[in-house]
């Protein structure tokens, strides 16, 4: 537990269950059910400390990740897990192949970066729960390239 970034930040109350740091993102899942702890998985940077130190080589990193899935899959007839799909939502899916499509093509990435900062006025005020702690993320006003290619 003592080497989560995670856990050493945020301490064993907020996992809600009994079992606190990375090895209870997993087992509190497989006992609980994703129904109560579908975000539980996500409270991790993955960085792999917690799989490099387990006494016991459990590969911690790579359950998470199954975990995540699991829990943000649609639900299905035969689920592999009690509440798989408990975190599936519909927009944040499309959302997020959006991303990856955008990322994946150079072109696209560099159009969209441009046109993020031209119109990063229009950018949401209310983020979710992030920005219930946190100003807004808005993008920069000029990108890294940009300025890279001025500096030279």
Same mark, same amino acid.
């Not at 064993?12 to 702890?37: C, D, F, N, R």
């Not at 696209?108 to 441009?114: D, V």
């Not at 006025?121 to 219930?132: D, L």
């Given at each position: 537990?003592?080497?989560?970034?995670?856990?050493?930040? $945020? *301490?064993?109350?907020?996992?809600?269950?009994?079992?606190? #740091?990375?090895? *209870?993102?997993?087992?509190?899942?497989?006992?609980?059910?994703?129904?109560?702890?579908? &975000?539980?998985?996500?409270?991790?940077? &993955? =960085?792999?400390? =917690?799989?490099?130190?387990?006494?016991?080589? $459990?590969?911690?990193?790579?359950?998470? $990740?199954?975990?995540?899935?699991?829990?943000?899959?649609?639900?299905?007839?035969?689920?592999?897990?009690?509440?798989?799909?408990? #975190?599936?939502?519909? &927009?944040?899916?499309?959302? +997020? @192949?959006? +991303?990856? @499509?955008?990322?994946? !093509?150079?072109?696209?990435? !560099?159009?969209?970066? +441009? &046109?993020?900062? @031209?119109? @990063?006025?229009?950018?949401?005020?209310?983020? #979710?729960?992030?920005?219930?702690?946190?100003?807004?993320?808005?993008?920069?006003?000029?990108?890294?390239?940009?300025?890279?290619?001025?500096?030279?």
């Amino acid at each position: 537990m003592n080497h989560c970034p995670v856990y050493t930040r $945020i *301490g064993g109350h907020a996992y809600g269950t009994t079992y606190p #740091g990375p090895i *209870g993102k997993i087992v509190s899942p497989h006992m609980m059910g994703l129904e109560q702890t579908h &975000l539980l998985p996500t409270a991790s940077s &993955l =960085c792999g400390a =917690c799989g490099e130190v387990c006494p016991v080589k $459990i590969p911690i990193p790579e359950l998470l $990740i199954r975990l995540r899935g699991e829990a943000n899959s649609a639900p299905h007839a035969n689920p592999a897990m009690v509440g798989q799909g408990a #975190g599936h939502n519909a &927009l944040t899916s499309f959302v +997020w @192949r959006m +991303w990856a @499509r955008v990322h994946a !093509r150079p072109g696209s990435y !560099r159009a969209f970066s +441009w &046109l993020a900062t @031209r119109f @990063r006025a229009f950018t949401p005020k209310r983020q #979710g729960g992030w920005t219930a702690a946190r100003m807004p993320l808005q993008p920069a006003p000029r990108r890294l390239r940009d300025m890279v290619k001025d500096r030279r």
